[in-house]
């Protein structure tokens, strides 16, 4: 497509639910990232996709959350038993093979957990 | 451990003058430094950028000067324009094994007066 799209925009769930958060990137990259945003923070780094290589998972804040990309194409964010603190905006961003000086963020999914 | 900081968390600069936003990093690392902005709802947009060989770059309206010694860089926007009211992230980026993932700074919210 011609940007990168995100799914759901909006996502309200109980606390201890599961959640998945879609990300289809830019068609032809290869590296996709995700980043949060909590209230009054910046933008945290979760998790990097790149090409076929092991992501790198460094990012992510607890067991609880997982990742996977799919045909190098479609990425889903699962967070498991979700709790207050997983409250954010969710980003989304894709590249190139050259990596950051091309990134292209999604809209991102606003997350709350009630 | 907050490698890059902006700490103005917000700006209020009338239409016309010159609005500069400041940005500190930690990590000597770094060779590659990122101005994004952010409106409400959108995912951040990439602005401006400068490379560790250089210390000043100019697009326009916007200028990007990087301080390697201070490990400091700024964003210079003349003249300011009401629809430059937005929230700027300052990222910076250090390729290491081939990671190239950026590090966002908090964000400051830029305000242009009429």
């Known amino acids: 497509g011609a940007g990168v799209s995100q799914s759901p925009s909006n996502k309200v769930t109980e606390k201890g639910k599961d959640v998945e958060l879609r990300c289809d990137p830019i068609?032809?990259?290869?590296?996709l990232y995700w980043y949060r945003q909590s209230l009054g923070q910046g933008l945290e780094f979760l998790i990097y996709?790149?090409?076929?290589?092991?992501?790198?998972k460094s990012g992510l804040p607890s067991d609880r959350f997982s990742a996977e990309r799919t045909g190098g194409s479609v990425s889903t964010l699962t967070i498991q038993r979700t709790q207050q603190e997983d409250s954010a905006v969710y980003l989304c961003?894709?590249?190139?093979?050259?990596?950051?000086?091309?990134?292209?963020f999604g809209s991102g999914t606003r997350l709350t957990v009630v | 451990d907050q490698q890059v900081k902006q700490n103005s968390p917000s700006l209020s600069v009338q239409e016309g003058r010159i609005s500069i936003l400041n940005c500190d990093y930690t990590?000597?690392?770094?060779?590659?430094f990122l101005w994004y902005k952010k409106y409400p709802a959108e995912g951040p947009t990439f602005l401006i950028s400068i490379s560790s060989i250089k210390d000043k770059n100019e697009d326009g309206r916007f200028t990007v000067f990087l301080n390697k010694s201070a490990k400091h860089l700024s964003l210079h926007i003349v003249p300011s324009q009401p629809g430059d009211s937005a929230v700027y992230f300052c990222?910076?980026?250090?390729?290491?094994?081939?990671?190239?993932?950026?590090?966002f700074g908090q964000g400051t919210r830029l305000t242009i007066n009429p």
């Open positions: 961003a894709s590249s190139l093979s050259t990596g950051i000086y091309g990134y292209t």
């Open positions: 990590n000597s690392m770094f060779d590659y």
């Open positions: 068609s032809g990259h290869t590296a």
């Open positions: 990222a910076a980026s250090a390729n290491t094994q081939g990671a190239q993932k950026l590090v």
């Open positions: 996709f790149q090409g076929n290589s092991a992501p790198d």
